[in-house]
C-alpha cells in the first residue's frame, strides 16, 4: 500500500508493506546528519532531561501544536540527537508545500511495478 498518511493508520489496520509518501509522525530526523530514530525514544529523552517538565497546555490547536507561555519554557532542555549529537530534530513527515523525498517515490515506484492493477482514491 502506499499512502500519504503520516498516522500510522493503515499498520495500525493491519496492512504490511506500507510505503509513506510523506513520512511517519512516528520517527524523527536529524536537520544536521539525517539520522531518523524513534520518537518515542525521543520522548523518553526528553522526560529524562526535564524531569519536572509536566504536561501543560494552554490550548491546543487543531493540529496537535500546543500553545505556551514563554515562562513555561525557561530551563526546558533540548536534547540533541543520538547520533550526532546536534540536530535539530524535526517530525521525519514532509511539511506542507515540501518536495516528497527520493525514498518515498522510489518505495511507490518499486510497490506498483508489482501489482497488475492499481486503486486510488482520493481528492484532486
Known sequence: MVTQNVDGL?????ASDVVE????LDR?????????????GLDVRLQEANPHF?????EINPDGDAELPDEVLDGFVMVGCVVCGAGPL???VVFFGR????TGWTGASVWSSRRAA???WGRP
Request: aromatic share 2%; charged share 15%; with cysteine.
Open 99 to 102: 518536495p516528497c523525498p527520493a
Open 118 to 120: 492499481c486503486w486510488c
Open 21 to 24: 509518501l510523506h513520512g511517519g
Open 54 to 58: 509536566g504536561p501543560r497546555t494552554d
Open 28 to 40: 524523527t530526523v536529524c536537520l544536521n546528519c539525517g539520522d531518523v530514530a524513534s520518537r518515542a
Open 10 to 14: 493503515h499498520q495500525a489496520g493491519g
Open 90 to 92: 524535526k517530525p521525519d
